[in-house]
Nanobody, 123 residues
Framework: QVQLVESGGGLVQAGGSRRLSCAAS???????MAWFRQAPGKEREFVAG????????YYADSVKGRFTISRDNAKNTLYLQMNSLKPEDTAVYYC?????????????????WGQGTQVTVSS
């Protein structure tokens, strides 16, 4: 079992930046990790993913060039640096983990989830 706790959400103006963090409980296993988001009335969507060693990262087209995913395995922490934020980035952001090292965009392929953190971008 891996427990995930997100932090860093809040209100930010359009064009601004925010960094999300996800603290993971140590498990002795290796996990791929990802960020998803869900806006009101919409399905949960993939934002970015990263393999255990951080050698491969993947991004949704909507955030490519603006968001950066990274991880510090010594601190058991995943990050999402969000720059040039837009009102359409407003959503609850979730951290996810899976034992398979492949990054997939389908939410139900991820085994462990955090409780989410709200990010609101004002215009």
């Amino acid at each position: 079992q891996v427990q995930l706790v997100e932090s860093g959400g809040g209100l930010v103006q359009a064009g601004g930046s925010r960094r999300l963090s996800c603290a993971a409980s140590a498990s002795g296993r290796t996990y791929a990790m990802a960020w998803f988001r869900q806006a009101p009335g919409k399905e949960r969507e993939f934002v970015a993913g990263i393999t255990w060693f951080g050698t491969r990262t993947y991004y949704a087209d909507s955030v490519k060039g603006r968001f950066t995913i990274s991880r510090d395995n010594a601190k058991n922490t995943l990050y999402l640096q969000m720059n040039s934020l837009k009102p359409e980035d407003t959503a609850v952001y979730y951290c996810a983990a899976r034992r398979e090292q492949s990054i997939v965009v389908v939410a139900n392929a991820w085994e462990y989830w955090g409780q989410g953190t709200q990010v609101t971008v004002s215009s």
